[in-house]
Every structure is written in C-alpha cells, then in structure tokens.
C-alpha cells in the first residue's frame, strides 16, 4: 500500500493513476471522504493526466491525526506528497473541505499551484453563507444530494452508500478536521489568489449553499463560475460527465506545461 509518512508517524495513504509524463492533477477530498468517492472520475482525468489521490489524514486509508491539526497541516502534507513525487506545480482540484485545503495551499504557496479547481466550498465559517438544508431523520446522507435525485437515481445512491460503508471510519479525524476549519478563513485574501480558477458548485446543494460558489467568484480574480443545473453537494457523482468535461476543459485552456 503506497503510503507516506510525516512527522509523528501518521502515514498518508495515496494513488497514482494515468500518464506518468502528463501534467499532474491532484485531488483533495472532503471531510470524512476517501478515495473511492472520486471513483467516478479518476478514470477520465487518467486518460490525460497524472492523477494523484491521496486520503486525508483522518480520512480512509490514512492514519488519524496524532493531535490537534490546523488548516496548514492538510496544506504541509499536501506539499510533501508533492515533493516525495517530484511534482514542482500541479492543477490542484478540491471538493467542500478540500476545497478550503486547496484554497490555503494556493494563497501560501501560489507557485506550487497550475490552476485551482474549487468544488462546492466556501470562505470559511465567518463567511459562510448559510442555505436551507433538510436532513429526513434516519438518512442524513440525503442531504449531499439534491432533493430529488436518491429517489430517481435509488441505484447510483445504494452504490455510493455500499461503497462509503466498506471504507475504514474515522470518528477523531472527522471531528479534528471540523476544529481546522472553523479557523480557516480566506475571504480577505481571496484577491491575492491570482491563478486560473474555476469554481463549480450545483445549484440544488443542500450542504453548502450555491450561493458560496458565487462569493468566492467575486471575490477571486477572473474566477470562471459553473453552476450545475440540479445538482447537489455530490455534484461530481449526480453529474460525473458534466463536471469532469468542464474541469479538463479548463485545465486545457490553462495548462503551461
């Protein structure tokens, strides 16, 4: 199992899938998710680039957190997977909590970063903008998706569910990753990120409002905005097709490798 150790002997756990040459791509998950959630889209961003997948520390295969962890810990560990991979700049792609991790690793480390993928995420809880979210007692995984779609779609959720319930828990990881973001704050700082960024988001998010993906747009220089038309939190798994065309499309327009 490919695993790198930091300091204080938590070893990362992380994948590598594509072309070797190609440019690097690598994805940050969310709080609590694994690998297995981008499942959906690896394959497609491996037929042209260098994918690297890595779970969090807290998350999957990854060990939890010996301590306490701040934002910069998940940007300190990001950058040494880079390292120990001999990736100088990589297109960086985070979703919800990811996306705050890519957002700080860009605004202290911007010459690592190619172009910047934010998915579903926001500022930081000071900024946040707060959406309607209904959470059916006895299923809250009902709300990372829009509405209507676990009862139009009962198999793409029952698979998501098995899948998510075969993968290693992390109560302390989960819970030290919500202390690490209730720090994170980049709304101030948003100006400064000046790097290619798309901001994709669905329209029926439940989890984080839409209206976030607007906020960091605005405030992000030249930022291109996608709104993905009835699509929930797990927007890269309802519309796998449309958001995966629309990042390597950017990543395209952007990469100078």
Not at 36 to 56: H, K, M, Q, S, T
Not at 159 to 170: I, M, S, T
Request: net charge negative; proline share 8%; charged share 25%.
């Amino acid at each position: 199992m490919p695993v790198l150790t930091r300091p204080g002997g938590v070893r990362l756990y992380h994948e590598l899938h594509g072309l070797e040459l190609a440019p690097p791509l690598i994805l940050l998950e969310g709080m609590g998710g694994d690998i297995p959630g981008w499942r959906r889209n690896i394959p497609v961003f491996a037929r042209e680039l260098r994918v690297i997948a890595y779970d969090f520390r807290g998350n999957g295969n990854s060990d939890e957190p010996s301590g306490p962890v701040t934002m910069a810990t998940f940007v300190e560990d990001t950058l040494a997977l880079l390292d120990s991979l001999g990736v100088d700049r990589a297109h960086v792609y985070g979703q919800s909590f990811g996306g705050m991790v890519a957002q700080e690793l860009a605004l202290a480390h911007l010459d690592r970063v190619r172009t910047l993928i934010l998915g579903c995420t926001h500022a930081g809880p000071r900024h946040v903008l707060r959406g309607r979210r209904s959470v059916p007692k006895g299923e809250p995984w009902r709300s990372m998706y829009a509405p209507r779609f676990p009862d139009l779609h009962p198999e793409h959720v029952a698979e998501d569910l098995r899948v998510g319930a075969a993968q290693p828990k992390h109560p302390e990881g989960g819970r030290r990753q919500w202390e690490a973001m209730q720090e994170f704050d980049s709304f101030d700082r948003l100006p400064n990120l000046r790097v290619p960024t798309l901001v994709v988001h669905g329209t029926e998010d439940q989890a984080i409002a839409p209206e976030n993906a607007e906020l960091l747009a605005g405030r992000i220089p030249e930022a291109e905005l996608l709104l993905l038309e009835g699509a929930g939190h797990l927007y890269h798994s309802e519309q796998a097709g449309k958001a995966d065309a629309a990042v390597l499309d950017f990543i395209r327009r952007h990469d100078d490798a």
